[in-house]
């Protein structure tokens, strides 16, 4: 698309964006985004909550507060129950309230698959704007919610687990990122992006590209879902684990076992839907951001720091 050279599109350089960022005022900005998908769970309410969760985080990842969302849902109403849809859209409306959010109207389509998510504005001071690209070596890379839901999600698909023992994994993609971007606007951290289908390492590695650095990542630290390691093992991997694995592969270097290593990889490669905040902050700032989430009712895990080397490179011990 051509450039855009409108001072008032605050983030139009930085490819890698959450969402675009536009100035109203000399201290506030917009924070614009969208997003919709193909249900990730059987329970249509479950599918509205996680699919507005996701939508939401986008806003939350740059520090800012969503005020409006309108609604995208594609049905095919010749097929199946409007009674479906409804709880859909009853899940994402509940979302958006638990944001202190106002849903302001939205769009339907009738299509043969259905489809659902949000556009979202927010506000953000720009003073307090947060972007994935101004992290500083030293940082310290804090998770706010486990990986696994791609593989979790395919396992139940193939009747491996039932949706009950994947009951925690469905809470937790539909918990909202809003407790982790209030700690982060509080204490002040370095950069951010919130992790979703491009995976851990795919997120990550936009954010290091876009900062000009490098990462080491402890895998060890990094916190996973129950049962996840047992359905990697079992080769209940989603088709897009494969996909980011493959486009990022070149970017990785393992310090592992040679054993351990793709079951690893491919679980740091899993495709997330509304995963957790990946934050980059000074270790002087570490402690007091786990203690803010702590108090949120919110968890962080330091699972690795940013350091010197070729934009993009990720070292994995």
């Known amino acids: 698309m051509p450039a855009l050279d409108d001072p008032n599109y605050l983030n139009r350089e930085q490819h890698f964006a959450d969402a675009g960022v536009y100035r109203i005022s000399e201290t506030?900005?917009?924070?614009q985004t969208v997003d919709f998908f193909t249900p990730i769970v059987d329970d249509p309410y479950d599918f509205g909550r996680i699919a507005a969760a996701n939508a939401l985080s986008d806003v939350y990842a740059m520090g800012g507060k969503p005020l409006t969302a309108l609604n995208i849902i594609c049905f095919p109403i010749s097929c199946l129950p409007l009674e479906i849809m409804e709880a859909i859209l009853r899940g994402g409306y509940d979302k958006i309230i638990e944001a202190g959010a106002v849903l302001v109207g939205g769009h339907s389509v009738e299509d043969n698959e259905p489809k659902y998510g949000l556009s979202i504005t927010g506000l953000v001071d720009i003073d307090q704007l947060v972007t994935g690209g101004s992290a500083k070596a030293?940082?310290?890379?804090?998770?706010?919610?486990?990986?696994?839901t791609g593989i979790i999600a395919t396992?139940?698909?193939?009747d491996m687990i039932s949706p009950e023992e994947a009951a925690c994994v469905t809470e937790g993609m539909a918990a909202l990122?809003?407790?982790?971007?209030?700690?982060?606007?509080?204490?002040g951290v370095s950069a951010c992006t919130d992790i979703t289908g491009f995976s851990l390492l795919g997120h990550l590695y936009e954010l290091l590209l876009s900062s000009q650095c490098a990462a080491e990542l402890d895998y060890k630290q990094i916190p996973i879902y129950p049962l996840v390691k047992e359905m990697v093992a079992m080769g209940m991997i989603p088709g897009g684990a494969y996909r980011n694995l493959e486009y990022m592969r070149a970017h990785i270097s393992w310090q592992g076992t040679?054993?351990?290593?793709?079951?690893?990889?491919i679980t740091l490669?899993?495709?997330?839907?509304?995963?957790?905040?990946?934050v980059a902050l000074s270790e002087e700032k570490l402690e007091q951001y786990l203690a803010v989430l702590k108090e949120r009712g919110a968890e962080g895990h330091l699972i690795g720091r940013i350091i010197t080397g070729s934009p993009g490179q990720i070292t994995v011990v």
């Open 28 to 31: 506030q900005a917009l924070v």
């Open 138 to 148: 030293g940082d310290c890379l804090v998770l706010t919610k486990p990986l696994g």
């Open 155 to 158: 396992a139940v698909k193939g």
């Open 177 to 187: 990122n809003a407790a982790p971007s209030e700690a982060m606007v509080k204490v």
């Open 258 to 265: 040679p054993e351990e290593k793709e079951d690893a990889l």
């Open 269 to 278: 490669a899993d495709p997330q839907t509304s995963g957790g905040l990946l």
